[in-house]
């Protein structure tokens, strides 16, 4: 996939669904989420302590509750419509802009021993 067209195919999906088992962050994920595009993940550790279910994404552990999560957002939608809020939200909090500038900031703090 040329790199100027991810935008566009993202932003035609229904769902994007991330059923990978490891994942070091989710860079992918938030690629989709600032698309607009209604997130299905795996439930997984890496993802405990910032992607929230039900308010960022659908989370699922086993294949049969992708189906029925995947049924769900899209045939409802209402759901949809907050999944698609919800990973927008989740792709503006891991901007990163944002996360550049708070690394900036903290090597301007170490450099100058404020850390």
Request: glycine residues 6%; negative net charge; charged residues 30%.
């Amino acid at each position: 996939m040329p790199f100027q067209d991810i935008v566009g195919v993202y932003s035609a999906a229904d769902v994007f669904v991330f059923p990978t088992r490891a994942e070091s962050y989710g860079n992918v994920m938030l690629e989709a989420a600032s698309c607009g595009c209604p997130l299905l993940i795996r439930d997984i550790p890496v993802y405990e302590e910032w992607v929230e279910d039900c308010r960022h994404c659908l989370k699922a552990r086993t294949d049969a509750e992708f189906a029925e999560k995947l049924e769900m957002l899209l045939d409802d939608e209402p759901l949809r419509r907050r999944m698609v809020e919800g990973a927008r939200g989740l792709a503006e909090e891991h901007d990163i802009k944002k996360t550049a500038v708070m690394l900036k900031e903290l090597y301007e703090g170490l450099a100058q021993g404020r850390v």
